[in-house]
Nanobody, 126 residues
């Protein structure tokens, strides 16, 4: 079992930045795909970004198209963590952000992810 705990959410103004962190425990997640999803009120959970470890000091990442290069995902296998740096935030980014881990491939399908955190709220005021 893998336990995931997110942190770093909060209330910010439009244009601000936030850095979300996710700490994994229970197992070493270096071989797992790690990702972030978000869910706004009344909407389905959507893919944000994910990263897969591909070799020494290298990782592959994929992002949702709405990102427009504002978000960056990174992982620290030694610390068993994954982070999401979010810049130029707007009210449309308001959502609960979830960390997830998968033993498979990077996918935007939530059903293919094995483990989920409890989520952290991000609220962006106009």
């Amino acid at each position: 079992q893998v336990q995931l705990v997110e942190s770093g959410g909060g209330l910010v103004q439009a244009g601000a930045s936030l850095r979300l962190s996710c700490a994994a425990s229970g197992r070493t997640v270096s071989r797992y795909v790690l990702g972030w999803f978000r869910q706004a009120p009344g909407k389905e959970r959507e893919f944000v970004a994910a990263t897969k470890w591909t070799g020494p000091s290298t990782a592959y990442a994929e992002y949702a198209q709405f990102m427009k290069a504002r978000f960056t995902i990174s992982r620290d296998n030694a610390a068993n963590t994954v982070a999401l740096q979010m810049n130029s935030l707007g009210p449309e980014d308001t959502a609960v952000y979830y960390c997830a881990a998968s033993t498979g491939v990077i996918s935007s399908d939530t059903r293919l992810w094995n483990y989920w955190g409890q989520g952290t709220q991000v609220t962006v005021s106009a």
